[in-house]
């Protein structure tokens, strides 16, 4: 049964509630895949087959015992490395956790294993979710499966990929600047950024502890719903998690109705700064949900403008406290440099030696930015600015129910092409960033191919906090009208990788990958 | 244990006083007897395996977060109120960021400038009879640090050890920091009105049950800030911190040390130097530690992982009808229940022996045996051993039903004064209860009339020219007759009985009453 891994997560999860197929099954034939083309893609840091079946059989053997199981039980899934797994490596792309093994799981992979979802693995991201592309990753960049030459978007290149290139249906990304929703875009793929607060962060190793917010990565929206809403809820864990119900995603991506509904197209998210083929894409889709019923208007937000500044001071602020704790203590990686050194010193040869260039940048950026005489300049000056587009957001959603822009202003890019440039590799998240500075929830779903390169553009949706079923109704119903129009998922016309790769690495591939370097 | 630092010029604390005004600074971490960490939900229990009671949370672990204790902040609201604080109606925590191997996050979350509670003061009671007021800055929350343990050096410390363990056990630990603004005006009586203030907020966070307080275990741990200026200046010198300085006697101390050191300083026309300054209890001295400079930068920031604080006034108001009596007044209101002098009760209270004596009393001893047994020996001892008398009480066992247990002993005619002492040292030497040590010992007065009749008879008997005397009026003389017949009796007679006895027989007063 070949295809099975092309069905959607919904479509698994109907086989398996019929017995038409097992977990086992299910399970094993995405390890197969894993098998077959992570060579080339490099979505996963570390596979564990092993974990992954047992779990497989476990659901398996409740299911026939006539156990009324969640929705998704039995669907396997893959898990960024940030996010802490008992048992299982988390290194969150870093050579400085190199080896760690949580005792603990993070809330959400606590969830995901009491559905019954088997994971499968960890995915590759750019060290400590700093970057656009997975080139920071300490253990070698993923590829984008449309164009093994190019990026996969980042920092959650691997879980975009990992879906983008079927070795999982669904996918766990964590989103601080647009690390969820930019990999969905380049690599033709749905990801989800809940409202902050929305989905427990414990367990999720902290990049900027304000901005991190996990989400679903998927090649549907519906199974974004279905995931979303098993990761959602209250978690009396993290003192940020909202107390309320998760939104009824679900129930939206199911109706995709837009009628009526006010789509704001946002001024400054639009136009300059954005590929032409990206924006025609962007202007196309508006038609498309015009046509379903929605109304355009247009907003404008001034201080986004801002954003991008603000964001570069308060995540590397956050960032270079967060990241602190690795200091060899404890755990992860242990550097002497020589055989007396002090404590201090290890601890400075370990983080020397531990941290790659852009995590260090960021932590001297934010080490500078809370210094005594520099904090209110700069610290201080970055939260007004956040209070400012927090404002925005509240204006412009009294006019729009919704907002939408492309999600990244580029196609993926290749390999090297921005990493001398830090600042261009920045501006691939102009248009996400706003989001995570107001704790709003945004979508990116696909809105075809760039004319100019043949590369998938990303329709960014965004809503107001604690609304995310809105993201699902307007992304349900772009996506059935795109499906339509394009004769099925654009995922269909991506490359096969099966047939480049089948044959090159033995099945046993699998079980030997670990997160060593590459 | 040599101490291998070298001791630094004081000149007389008198001649300090004379030429400078010091100025002084007190920060106390009190922490809290909450049974679970600031945090998380671990353990808080003193003394436990190391590392045994820790989780992900306070060992810092990737990806784990804090979650508040809301008795933290109650106890946190209490002791604000019980200083007279304004309590701030929305606060956050903060991140301290430094490097240290017993901060398992490297940063310590704490509060910055949004204190939980500001403004108050604390009326402190002096040796004579007089009050100070010292104003309080803030009392803040934050969580305590893990433990250090040096090994291989000389003296614990960190120089000259070959490696470290750290318990975090302790890391995670709510504890409540209160620093008072410049006290000013003390003068000579500086180092008395520090010891006071500590044992002042000892007693009232002992009194609100948010503390055990116990300086002695860490959970109450003062620092001293000493400055001088000259006498009429208006601008406060460079301040020395002394970190660390656990007990009431070593706050006063230290506070008299470090004014003795820097007006040695200012005098020879050098000037202090802002560090903190280590406390070394053995020679009573302090020394060098870390200079403190402007590269001190804990870059603090609002923490992110916490949610603000905003105690309603509804919970506000609850928490202070939950406020014990002010210890200063409980204390008045029992001098006089107990018929204490001022001298003997303040005795009592810079022995920090209040409490003590009113538990004692409980058991039911009499307020003046209670008073003499704690003040006397066991105070004489501890003073000896170089710490205060509860400690002191609590290192060798001794607790308040020995001493009410005692004066039964004495009051139902079992034990005369001078037996009871000798008990009493068996008790203070850790072999029973009085009435243990007693039966062991086998002290017993002797009851058997017969016995100390005869005892008299032939006492009076032996010394024919003593008697005479006595029977002629020089009742005085009757002493050498009591001291033989206690001598025939083994101690174990009742001396005023057989005085009595003794004026009977010879003089025909009566026997007894
Ligand atoms: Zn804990």
């Known amino acids: 049964m070949t295809d099975l891994i092309r069905l959607t997560a919904d479509e698994m999860a109907d086989a398996l509630a019929a017995k038409d197929i097992s977990s086992l099954e299910l399970t094993r034939a995405h390890l197969e895949r894993i098998a077959a083309v992570d060579g080339g893609v490099h979505a996963f840091l570390h596979v564990d087959g092993e974990g992954a079946l047992a779990a497989a059989r476990t659901i398996d053997e409740r299911r026939s015992a006539g156990e009324a199981l969640p929705r998704l039980a039995g669907v396997p899934i893959g898990v960024k490395d940030v996010m802490a797994t008992k048992g299982l490596p988390t290194t969150c792309g870093s050579k400085i956790l190199q080896g760690w093994v949580p005792p603990y799981d993070a809330t959400l992979v606590t969830r995901l294993r009491q559905s019954g979802l088997p994971i499968l693995g960890k995915l590759n991201m750019d060290e400590f979710a700093m970057g656009s592309s997975t080139e920071h990753s300490a253990y070698g960049p993923t590829h984008n499966p449309w164009d093994l030459e190019r990026i996969p978007g980042g920092s959650g290149g691997g879980s975009a990929a990992c879906v983008g290139s079927y070795q999982a249906p669904l996918a766990i990304g964590t989103d601080t600047g647009g690390s969820i929703r930019q990999p969905a875009a380049v690599t033709g793929t749905v990801g989800t950024k809940p409202t902050y607060g929305g989905v427990s962060r414990f367990g999720l190793v902290a990049l900027a502890s304000s901005l991190d917010q996990a989400g679903p990565c998927t090649r549907t929206v519906l199974d974004a719903a279905l995931l979303h809403e098993v990761i959602g809820g209250y978690d009396p864990m993290d003192s940020t998690s909202i107390d309320a119900p998760v939104p009824p995603v679900v129930e939206a991506a199911r109706r995709a109705d837009v009628s009526g509904m006010r789509i704001g197209i946002v001024r400054e998210l639009t136009g300059e700064g954005f590929q032409a083929g990206v924006q025609k894409r962007f202007d196309e889709a508006v038609e498309h949900l015009v046509d379903a019923g929605a109304e355009v208007v247009e907003v404008s937000c001034p201080s986004f403008t801002y954003a991008l500044a603000a964001y570069y001071l308060i995540l590397p602020s956050e960032a270079s406290s967060n990241l602190a704790r690795f200091d060899a203590m404890r755990y992860g990686l242990r550097v002497w440099p020589s055989d007396d050194a002090s404590a201090e010193q290890v601890m400075a040869a370990t983080r020397a030696a531990g941290f790659g260039d852009e995590v260090k940048r960021r932590i001297i950026l934010g080490t500078y930015a809370l210094s005594s005489g520099y904090y209110d300049a700069y610290y201080g000056s970055a939260q007004k600015v956040r209070r400012l587009i927090y404002d925005d957001f509240a204006s412009a959603f009294e006019r729009a129910d919704v907002l939408v822009s492309p999600t990244s202003p580029t196609t993926a890019f290749r390999f090297g092409e921005k990493m001398t440039d830090p600042m261009s590799m920045y501006l691939q998240d102009i248009a996400t960033i706003p989001a995570n500075l107001a704790g709003v929830p945004g979508m990116s779903v696909p809105s075809g191919l760039a004319d100019e390169d043949g590369l998938p553009a990303g329709f960014q949706i965004l809503a107001p906090a604690t609304r995310d079923e809105r993201l699902y109704a307007v992304g349900a119903a772009l996506e059935q009208r795109l499906d339509a129009a394009w004769g099925g998922p654009l995922l269909d016309r991506a490359p096969t990788l099966a047939s480049a790769f089948s044959g090159a690495m033995g099945s046993s591939y699998a079980d030997a990958r670990d997160g060593e370097g590459r | ?513």
Not at chain 2, 12 to 38: D, I, R, S, W
Not at chain 2, 106 to 114: I, L, R
Not at chain 2, 446 to 471: F, L, M, Q, W, Y
Request: charged residues 25%; proline residues 5%; glycine residues 10%.
């Open chain 2, 1 to 513: 244990m040599a101490t291998t630092t070298t001791t630094e010029v004081t000149i007389p604390f008198v001649e300090a006083l004379a030429a400078y005004e010091p100025v002084l600074g007190l920060e106390v971490h009190v922490e809290l007897n909450t049974a679970t960490k600031m945090f998380c939900g671990c353990a808080t229990e003193f003394g436990a395996e190391p590392n045994s009671q820790v989780c992900p949370v306070c060992l810092g672990l990737p990806g784990a977060l804090p979650v508040l204790n809301e008795k933290g902040v109650e106890s946190a609201i209490r002791i604000g109120l019980a200083l007279g604080c304004e309590i701030a109606p929305w606060c956050r925590f903060a991140r301290k960021n430094y490097f240290y191997p017993d901060m398992p996050k490297n940063f310590q979350t704490s509060q910055y400038d949004e204190p939980i509670s500001h403004d108050g003061h604390l009326d402190v009671e002096l040796e004579d009879g007089s009050t100070y007021r010292v104003e309080i800055e803030r009392a803040h929350m934050e969580e305590d640090t893990g433990k250090s343990l040096h090994i291989g050096g000389a003296t614990g410390r960190i120089h000259g050890a070959t490696h470290s363990l750290v318990d975090y056990n302790r890391a995670g630990i709510p504890l409540i920091e209160i620093v008072t603004k410049p006290m000013v005006g003390a003068g000579e009586r500086a180092p008395e009105v520090a010891r006071a203030y500590v044992a002042a907020l000892r007693d009232i966070v002992k009194a609100l049950g948010v503390s055990d307080a116990r300086m002695d275990q860490g959970s109450m741990r003062c620092d001293v800030n000493v400055s001088l200026m000259p006498k009429g200046a208006d601008r406060f010198g460079t301040r020395s911190e002394t970190k660390n300085v656990n007990s009431l006697r070593s706050v006063e101390r230290a506070v008299r040390y470090e004014i003795e050191r820097h007006a040695a300083v200012l005098a020879s026309g050098g000037s202090v130097v802002q560090e903190t300054r280590h406390w070394h209890e053995d020679t009573g001295v302090t020394t060098s530690g870390r200079v403190k400079s402007d590269a001190d930068d804990y870059r603090y920031f609002p923490e992110p992982d916490l949610v603000p604080i905003a105690p309603s006034a509804e919970l506000v108001e609850s928490l202070r009808a939950t406020l014990p009596e002010n210890p200063a007044l409980r204390r008045r209101r029992l001098q006089s229940s107990w018929g204490y002098s001022d001298l003997e009760m303040r005795d009592v209270v810079n022995a920090g022996l209040v409490e003590t004596i009113g538990e004692t009393v409980a058991a039911g001893a009499s307020p003046a045996g209670a008073r003499k047994w704690w003040s006397g020996e066991v105070a004489r001892r501890a003073n000896a051993a170089g710490t205060d008398v509860v400690p002191y009480a609590a290192s060798v066992g001794v607790t308040a039903a020995h001493v009410a247990e005692l004066e039964g002993l004495i009051s139902s005619g079992r034990l005369n004064d001078r037996m009871a002492r000798d008990v009493w040292d068996g008790v203070l030497a850790g072999e029973g209860t009085p009435t243990q040590v007693a039966d062991a010992r086998g002290l017993r007065l002797v009851e058997d009339s017969g016995a100390i009749e005869g005892a008299v008879e032939k006492v009076i008997a032996a010394n024919p020219d003593i008697a005479t005397k006595v029977r002629d009026g020089k009742v005085q003389a009757a002493g050498a007759l009591i001291g033989q017949v206690m001598k025939e009796l083994k101690g174990q007679g009742d001396a005023a009985a057989v005085r009595a006895l003794i004026l009977a027989r010879l003089t025909g007063a009566p026997s007894a009453e």
